[in-house]
């Protein structure tokens, strides 16, 4: 028999810790951090205080009583200043995946941040450069993390070049469209098998985090370029990955009216 069970209450340190507290299978909690990872900041948008609610489908077996966790049916984060929402749908013809109040999946084309350890150390826009001495604009974002750290393709594309530079030191250059070009650069060491022309998928680990290159200590520089300009990454609009159009968003209106009739229904803590 198939049940659909609520699981929510206030975060406390981190999300992680509080959805573990409150039962919450660490499996579903991924599937839905994954999700939103491309619109919330779990480092930086999450503070005390804020408040997480999930729908989780749970199976109950009528021969032994045994039990398992299915999908993910609805999540949600109330932060300081906005709620985010989620909901699973399968589109007529498309897979089952989460999208958002605004009829849009929850996948952008790129990530918010291409690295799991998130700290920003630099800043987008003019600076006193760390090791040259004098002002120079800072055409990226640095994020601080330990050497070895995971480093992802911020979204689909071809790897345009692999090499080395003096100020980049190691660094990858990846084209995800016509318009689309990011680069990550300080890297220690890169992917096995990473080289020109191969096609990468988003979140595919494509290198580590180093200090090569002018670098004070180690980090990723990230670098978002749209049709050959520098962009902020903080900034920047991500594009959806697919927005309901038709019949889809008349049916997705109406799962979106029944589980929220569900959560009416249910108590959260």
Do not use: W
């Not at 120079?136 to 689909?156: E, L």
């Not at 049709?227 to 990955?241: D, Q, T, Y």
């Amino acid at each position: 028999t198939k049940e659909v069970i609520s699981f929510g209450g206030k975060i406390k340190d981190s999300l992680m810790v509080s959805a573990i507290h409150a039962g919450v299978p660490i499996s579903n909690l991924i599937e839905a951090t994954n999700a939103c990872s491309y619109e919330v900041d779990f480092q930086r948008d999450i503070r005390n205080g804020n408040s997480f609610k999930m729908l989780i489908e749970k199976f109950t077996s009528e021969e032994d009583g045994s039990t398992f966790f299915g999908k993910t049916v609805y999540f949600s984060l109330k932060l300081n200043n906005r709620k985010y929402r989620i909901y699973k749908f399968k589109p007529k013809n498309g897979t089952e995946e989460f999208f958002t109040e605004r009829n849009q999946s929850a996948k952008r084309g790129l990530l918010k941040t291409p690295i799991p350890i998130v700290r920003i150390t630099s800043r987008f826009g003019r600076r006193k450069h760390p090791i040259l001495g004098y002002s120079i604009m800072h055409r990226g974002v640095d994020f601080g993390a330990p050497i070895g750290t995971s480093i992802y393709s911020a979204g689909n594309g071809t790897v345009l070049q692999v090499g080395r530079d003096r100020g980049l030191g190691n660094f990858v250059k990846i084209r995800h469209n016509s318009k689309l070009v990011t680069v990550y650069g300080h890297i220690s060491r890169f992917a096995k098998n990473l080289k020109k022309g191969i096609r990468v998928k988003q979140g595919q680990v494509i290198a580590f985090v180093g200090k090569t290159g002018r670098a004070t200590g180690p980090h990723l520089h990230y670098e978002i370029r749209v049709r050959g300009r520098h962009v902020n990454p903080l900034k920047f609009k991500l594009p959806s990955m697919k927005i309901l159009r038709g019949q889809d968003i008349k049916d997705f209106k109406s799962h979106r009216t029944y589980v929220n009739s569900l959560l009416k229904n249910k108590l959260f803590s």
